[in-house]
């Protein structure tokens, strides 16, 4: 899995103990309609963790005007907690500018546990199901953070899983939306 759906797009991971595309299933396993890459790391501190979709000749020519829009969930393994990451979603141009953007806060990424816990457990193989949320960011905030990143030559997104020492997240639908 090192190939995007469009033509001369690389994707690379770094630091993940979980790297894989799956088919998105419902607690009954009923498929949810879409594949998406699931990440999950367990690293110490300082160790970087890292998922880039790059194209060398350029992913768009994105104007202000237009926003970085993907789906995220947050991962959970068994009966564990759910585990909302923080994260930071990072743009980089051609010569190396960078801006990047704290996913959290006002709008977390959700894993959906789920009502009657003991009766799901024997009605269905799983407590919880991922549950996808979309996020838009401007690209005009990017260029708040560095007004030097050249959003006409951007070259890749960074996902930089280093504010949590473990956890896992779900990601889908990566792309720009223009205005």
Same mark, same amino acid.
Request: with cysteine; hydrophobic share 40%.
């Given at each position: 899995m *090192? *190939?995007?759906?469009?033509?001369?797009? $690389?994707?690379?991971?770094?630091g993940?103990?979980t790297?894989?595309e799956?088919e998105?299933r419902?607690?009954? %396993?009923d498929t949810?309609?879409?594949?998406?890459?699931?990440?999950?790391?367990?690293?110490?501190g300082g160790?970087?963790?890292?998922?880039?979709?790059?194209?060398? &000749?350029g992913?768009?020519?994105?104007? %202000?005007s $237009?926003?970085l829009?993907?789906s995220?969930?947050?991962?959970?393994? !068994?009966?564990?907690?759910p585990?909302?990451? @923080?994260?930071?979603?990072?743009?980089e &141009?051609?010569?190396? %500018?960078?801006?990047?953007l704290? @996913?959290? !806060?006002?709008?977390?990424?959700? @894993?959906q546990?789920l009502?009657?816990?003991?009766?799901?457990r024997?009605?269905?193989?799983? *407590?919880?199901e991922?549950t996808?949320e979309s996020? %838009?960011?401007?690209i $005009?905030?990017?260029?708040?953070m560095n007004?030097?990143?050249d +959003?006409?030559?951007?070259?890749?997104?960074?996902?930089r899983?280093?504010? $949590?020492?473990?956890g896992?997240v779900?990601?889908? &639908? +990566?792309?720009f939306?223009?205005?």
């Amino acid at each position: 899995m *090192t *190939t995007g759906s469009c033509e001369g797009v $690389s994707i690379g991971a770094l630091g993940f103990t979980t790297w894989k595309e799956e088919e998105l299933r419902f607690r009954d %396993e009923d498929t949810q309609g879409t594949n998406a890459v699931v990440l999950g790391w367990d690293v110490n501190g300082g160790d970087k963790t890292e998922y880039t979709i790059r194209r060398a &000749d350029g992913l768009v020519d994105a104007g %202000e005007s $237009s926003a970085l829009v993907f789906s995220a969930s947050g991962r959970v393994e !068994g009966d564990k907690e759910p585990f909302r990451p @923080v994260f930071a979603v990072v743009l980089e &141009d051609e010569s190396g %500018e960078i801006a990047s953007l704290e @996913v959290r !806060g006002t709008v977390p990424l959700r @894993v959906q546990p789920l009502k009657l816990v003991r009766w799901n457990r024997l009605a269905h193989k799983s *407590t919880w199901e991922p549950t996808l949320e979309s996020f %838009e960011f401007p690209i $005009s905030r990017f260029v708040e953070m560095n007004p030097e990143l050249d +959003v006409s030559r951007l070259t890749a997104i960074h996902f930089r899983f280093d504010r $949590s020492s473990a956890g896992g997240v779900i990601l889908d &639908d +990566v792309g720009f939306t223009f205005r």
